[in-house]
């Protein structure tokens, strides 16, 4: 009889994911609502875009490295 299980390894990594997931949207989400109670509304989405596009920047140069030039 083979086993078709994906191993505990597998699951453990599952399950930290997810909870590194989950505790990451709570730093986010108390952020927003700080940003949102000090600076009102507005600054806080422009703040939070800012972040994001500050993130997605960075992501683009680390893969752009990474990546040989082909021409």
């Not at 086993?3 to 927003?32: Q, T």
């Not at 683009?60 to 021409?71: A, E, F, K, L, Y």
């Amino acid at each position: 009889m083979e086993s078709e299980s994906l191993g505990a390894k597998f699951w453990l990594w599952l399950i930290g994911g997810v909870l590194a997931g989950i505790s990451a949207l709570v730093v986010i989400f108390v952020l927003w609502g700080l940003a949102w109670y000090a600076w009102g509304g507005a600054v806080a989405i422009v703040v939070m875009i800012s972040a994001i596009l500050l993130i997605a920047w960075g992501s683009d140069r680390i893969v752009t490295h990474r990546v040989p030039n082909v021409r």
